[in-house]
């Protein structure tokens, strides 16, 4: 279905990306005049997608977080075994679901930028279907998990007690594949404010229950990951029936369709890419995370580590950087399907330029309460030491978490997936971790010497995903788009942008 704009934008976002498009092709005004009138219209185009999809991330992160503190209470055995639970077992599906749904930021982008609605509620029913059948072998997984766990080296105790709050993440893995689907589904379209108020609603449901079940029913472990699960299918419920309900998706969700099935190994092989690529990038700082537990004095390895990595700015600003991400992807993924080179240019130039100049504020931020901010989360003078000389560190990996995600979300809009992935083996697997081991190890620089090892393959990746965006011949990308959106008709063509093209 093509043409016309969706009820509800005012003006819409096709009316201000045509706009867009037109600024920047006016060879006759003034650049500077242009870039300002662009940028402008741009900002506009942007924050309805990033701000809230931030908000929905955070909100989605403390889920997570606040299930963790209900079995914190319940002793130290439930601590460990749900921080095991989440933090290993549950980390791996959700990397594996969220990067198997980015496939459609790629095609539903850059379907809605074509007009081509009806195209959007099918590429969300065909992730569906495909991240459900991947879940049935992630179930499994779930359901050895006590015997994996063991044969990891965990205590029969701590593999035992996560084992059961493990079995209550079963449906969440189900929740997963509907749910990134929908999201990438509505972000495709601009529509993310209302994920984020269903995101909020849900955390308060969350802690009431949670409280409930946990502490007024007993049933501990098995039950607060139960709750997490089905908060997760609230979300996912809510979702749909905003979806089934709103004028705004009538012409994107024209409801179930048999096409759904059709053109599914393509799709796989997409999806997998994006996979590949994301869960490369997360198990990289979990390996190094884990290189840490090596050291002479592992325990002031991980805290420090810890407190910077997982538990403050790192972790928390990289909310932010997930925002932009989602907000760079649908861009420019808009953008190649509207046929806008242009535009499709400009916008990764300014969601670049705003994430990096915020994560720079942050990083000042930090380097001037370096002494004062680990107190929050440790008493000991020891670790708070170590955490303030890890700060020059931690800003420079949050400047470059400023402009790495940009990137990769622009690859995902673009299709480069196979590309990114590439470069993630190369960059991480032998560069930074190789580099991170011998310097830590070899040279007995400690955690610093990791976290240098870290900083220097993602530097190489961010300078090489740079080099590659910043050159991109976007007239092509056009044309490369169109015919991705066209392979359902011709299935000669495939999905994945080539590597021969770079």
């Not at 420090?304 to 538990?311: A, D, E, I």
């Not at 861009?331 to 915020?358: C, D, K, M, W, Y």
Request: charged share 10%; glycine share 8%.
């Amino acid at each position: 279905m093509a043409g016309g704009d969706q009820r509800g934008d005012s003006p819409s976002s096709h009316e201000l990306s045509g706009r867009l498009e037109g600024i920047l092709a006016d060879g006759e005004a003034p650049w500077a005049r242009r870039a300002c009138k662009a940028a402008a219209l741009e900002v506009r185009l942007l924050a309805p997608i990033a701000a809230p999809a931030i908000v929905v991330y955070v909100l989605n992160n403390v889920l997570s977080i606040s299930t963790q503190i209900f079995c914190g209470h319940l002793g130290n055995l439930d601590l460990a075994a749900s921080s095991l639970g989440n933090n290993g077992i549950q980390i791996f599906a959700y990397g594996l679901m969220l990067g198997m749904g980015s496939a459609v930021e790629t095609l539903c982008g850059q379907a809605y930028g074509a007009h081509k609605y009806d195209m959007l509620g099918v590429y969300m029913q065909r992730s569906t279907v495909l991240l459900t059948a991947t879940a049935v072998p992630l179930a499994v997984i779930y359901a050895f998990s006590r015997l994996i766990l063991i044969l990891l080296g965990e205590s029969p105790e701590i593999a035992n007690a996560a084992a059961v709050f493990v079995y209550g993440l079963i449906p969440q893995i189900f929740a997963y594949a509907v749910n990134f689907p929908i999201q990438k589904f509505l972000q495709a379209q601009s529509i993310v404010a209302p994920s984020a108020y269903i995101s909020a609603a849900t955390l308060v449901l969350h802690l009431v229950v949670g409280w409930l079940v946990v502490y007024r029913l007993g049933m501990g472990l098995l039950g607060a990951s139960l709750v997490l699960s089905l908060s997760w299918w609230v979300i996912v419920a809510a979702q749909f029936v905003y979806i089934a309900a709103s004028n705004r998706c009538r012409r994107t969700w024209t409801g179930f369709s048999s096409r759904a099935f059709s053109g599914l190994p393509e799709f796989l092989k997409l999806s997998t890419a994006s996979a590949v690529m994301l869960c490369l990038e997360t198990w990289y700082f979990q390996i190094l995370i884990l290189l840490a537990g090596l050291l002479d004095d592992p325990e002031l390895a991980l805290d420090s580590l810890t407190v910077w990595y997982s538990m403050t700015l790192a972790g928390w600003v990289m909310m932010i950087s997930i925002g932009f991400n989602a907000a760079a992807s649908v861009r420019v993924g808009n953008e190649l399907g509207a046929g806008h080179p242009r535009a499709a240019a400009f916008s990764v130039v300014v969601v670049t330029a705003v994430s990096f100049v915020i994560t720079v504020v942050m990083a000042v931020v930090f380097l001037i309460f370096r002494d004062y901010i680990s107190y929050i989360f440790t008493e000991g003078e020891t670790v708070a030491r170590a955490v303030s000389d890890l700060c020059p560190f931690l800003a420079a990996t949050l400047i470059l978490n400023g402009i790495q995600p940009v990137l990769s979300g622009v690859a995902v809009g673009c299709g480069w997936q196979k590309i990114v992935a590439y470069i993630n083996v190369g960059c991480y697997y032998f560069v930074g971790i190789p580099l991170g081991f011998l310097l830590g190890f070899k040279f007995h620089l400690g955690a610093k010497g990791i976290w240098t090892g870290m900083l220097g393959g993602t530097c190489m990746q961010t300078f090489i995903l740079f080099w590659i965006t910043f050159r991109t011949d976007w007239n092509k990308e056009v044309e490369q788009a169109k015919k991705r959106l066209n392979q359902w008709e011709d299935k000669k063509q495939p999905l994945l942008a080539s590597t021969d093209d770079y």
